[in-house]
């Protein structure tokens, strides 16, 4: 400071920088998935994090903040169940904020099922059996099975024979389940249809004296 008269003084005062405020945070909004395996990751930058819908987090000082991220354990099941997520923001001071996020795990989706074509066969007991499994069935790809990620468990059942043995049809059902539950079934036809003539050699010609030395007809197919 200087007078009229030139005369001066001076003094010093000291500023002293201190950011011990902590970011703000806001999470994304909570989400539900159905499996599992369908949780995304994390978001690999801050910027990836801040396009999250809900999420924003900001700083008194530093724009450029720190992310990091992680996800915990499925609780509950894969039936049901949440993960929680926590998404942290770190000034250049080392000042951190946190915030959770819940993703839930909730499969209510029926499995899709489609039947192996109708079958026809001359006899009943031409049917083929049952599949013991999914796996014996499954090359043949016949199974439309959507949004199964873990192993169904597959039954089959079949019905009686509606008809007759020389024209008749036998439902059979297949059955998945996954492990949640849901279930779903088809039906498939198996129809029983004996449309082919029997086969018949007839016996050697023969030769006798008299008319009353023709042997009489066979009483039956087993003599």
Request: net charge negative; with cysteine; aromatic share 2%.
């Amino acid at each position: 400071m200087t007078d009229d008269c030139g005369n001066t003084k001076t003094c010093n005062q000291t500023i002293t920088v201190d950011d011990n405020t902590k970011p703000t945070i806001s999470c994304p909004d909570n989400i539900t998935v159905e499996c599992e395996d369908e949780v995304p990751a994390c978001p690999a930058s801050f910027a990836a994090f801040d396009a999250l819908p809900g999420a924003s987090a900001s700083d008194n000082c530093d724009d450029n903040l720190t992310y990091a991220c992680t996800t915990g354990p499925l609780t509950g099941g894969a039936c049901g169940g949440t993960i929680t997520r926590e998404h942290k923001v770190t000034d250049d001071c080392g000042n951190t904020k946190t915030c959770n996020q819940t993703i839930t795990v909730d499969d209510n989706t029926m499995p899709t099922i489609t039947c192996p074509d109708n079958i026809t066969a001359e006899c009943e007991d031409e049917v083929p059996a049952c599949p013991a499994s999914r796996s014996v069935r499954r090359p043949a790809r016949r199974f439309g099975l959507g949004q199964l990620r873990r192993q169904p468990d597959v039954r089959l059942h079949d019905g009686p024979l509606t008809g007759g043995a020389c024209g008749g049809t036998i439902p059979r059902e297949h059955n998945v389940t996954d492990d949640c539950g849901h279930t779903k079934t088809c039906n498939q036809t198996i129809t029983v249809d004996d449309n082919t003539l029997p086969v018949i050699t007839c016996p050697d010609n023969v030769t006798v004296e008299c008319e009353d030395e023709v042997p009489a007809c066979p009483a039956s197919r087993g003599v």
